[in-house]
Structure formats: C-alpha cells, structure tokens
T-cell receptor
Framework: QVQLVQSGAEVKKTGASVKISCKAS????????THWVRQAPGQGLEWVGL??????????AQKFQGRLTMSRDTSTATVYMELRSLRSEDTAVYFC????FGYGDLTSWGQGTLVTVSS | QTVVTQEPSLTVSPGGTVTLTCASS?????????PNWFQQKPGQAPRALIY???KKHSWTPARFSGSLLGGKAALTLSGVQPEDEADYYC??????????FGTGTTVTVL
C-alpha cells in the first residue's frame, strides 16, 4: 500500500487561499488516482475531488468548481490541493486518499490536515 | 445536487446482525455505481471495508459483507463485536469521475 503524509495544519482568513500537500511513498505513486475528502468538525465525510494518476485530468465536486485546483508533481510523488476564496464553512480536516482503479476504493489515507478559516 | 442517504444511527447487541443501507436521490444504486463502504473511528482516518459492492479487502473481517438490496447498497455486520462500534460511510460513483459520500451511520454496540 501507499503511505501518505500530508502537510501541517493551516489557519487562514476568510477570502484567503490554502494549498495542502500529500506526499506518497511505498508504491508507484503514478499508478493511483488521488482523491481529496474533507470532514467538518463533528460532521460526515464529503468528497472534494480527484486527480488522475498522470495528473492530466481532475474532477471536482460541483460545489467547489471555480475555486479548487488539484495538481501533481510526479518527481516528488506529491499531490496538491489548493482551495481559494475560503469561507468559514471550509473549516475541516482534509484527507488525501489513493484509489488504484478509479472506482472509489480509497485504500490508503493521509493523516489529515486541519484547515481553520476565520475572520 | 445528488444526495446519498444512510440511516443516521443503528444500535445492535453484541453477536447480533445489523444492515446499513445507502440510497441515492438519483435512483437505484447498482453495481455500475461501484459502491464502497468505509469505517471511521473517532480521531482516525476512514478505513476501506468493501469495494465494488461486495468485494472485501484482505483486512476486512469476514463478518462484514456488502450487497445490493432493493435499489440500495447495503453493508451487513453479522456477529457484531464491540470494536465494530464506529461511523460507517458509503461512497457512490456517478461516472465522469464524480463521487458522493453517504450521510453516514453511527453504529452503537449495546
């Protein structure tokens, strides 16, 4: 399985941007789709989006269209998620997770990154 | 906006059986939605249990099984153990690289 290590907690002001990283080790990173999932405090899981193994295709949940960008650096086996125009409701733990076949089988997860948005 | 609905909470006795379901607002959940099931315990990342409706991972206890039931995806826990107390989420694929998590079910073993 892939081991995923995410960047540390972030505190941002409303309207700012945040970029979170997810670094992989242990397996051929370029073979996996990488999904991002978030969980607001005390709430359920929310699918945010995914990036293809080669980084050439991304798919985002409709509610994030226009303010979300996912990217992949194959040289460092790192995937990034940038969310712009932050709102208080974006406060959540953000997880990255890998999916070998692109059917949502999220077998390896990062430890999560807490993003806190306040005015 | 697609909504995937699960029972908010279920209570089961140790050794008992409980079935969780996952319903889509767009219609029946089928094998073409590749439903997945995840378990999450407090303070932990989710853990994959079931993929593609009914397939188990090597680490999935035999007492967990997935199926389709009356137009919904279903997760059945048979012979429930105290350590099965957790939140459970389904994840449904809608094609074109889009997915939706279910609302989640809290299973209490009492």
């Amino acid at each position: 399985q892939v081991q995923l290590v995410q960047s540390g907690a972030e505190v941002k002001k409303t309207g700012a941007s945040v970029k979170i990283s997810c670094k992989a080790s242990g397996h051929t990173f370029t073979s996996y789709y990488t999904h991002w999932v978030r969980q607001a405090p005390g709430q359920g899981l929310e699918w945010v989006g995914l990036i293809s193994p080669g980084g050439d295709r991304s798919s985002y949940a409709q509610k994030f269209q226009g303010r979300l960008t996912m990217s992949r650096d194959t040289s460092t086996a790192t995937v990034y998620m940038e969310l712009r125009s932050l709102r208080s409701e974006d406060t959540a733990v953000y997880f990255c997770a890998t999916d070998l076949f692109g059917y949502g089988d999220l077998t390896s997860w990062g430890q999560g990154t807490l993003v806190t948005v306040s005015s | 906006q697609t909504v995937v609905t699960q029972e908010p909470s279920l209570t089961v006795s140790p050794g008992g059986t409980v079935t969780l379901t996952c319903a889509s607002s767009t219609g029946a959940v089928t094998s073409n939605n590749y439903p997945n099931w995840f378990q999450q315990k407090p303070g932990q990342a989710p853990r994959a249990l079931i993929y593609s409706t009914s397939k188990k991972h090597s680490w999935t206890p035999a007492r967990f099984s997935g199926s389709l039931l009356g137009g919904k995806a279903a997760l059945t826990l048979s012979g429930v153990q105290p350590e099965d107390e957790a939140d459970y989420y389904c994840l449904v694929s809608y094609g074109g690289g889009t997915y939706v998590f279910g609302t989640g079910t809290t299973v209490t073993v009492l």
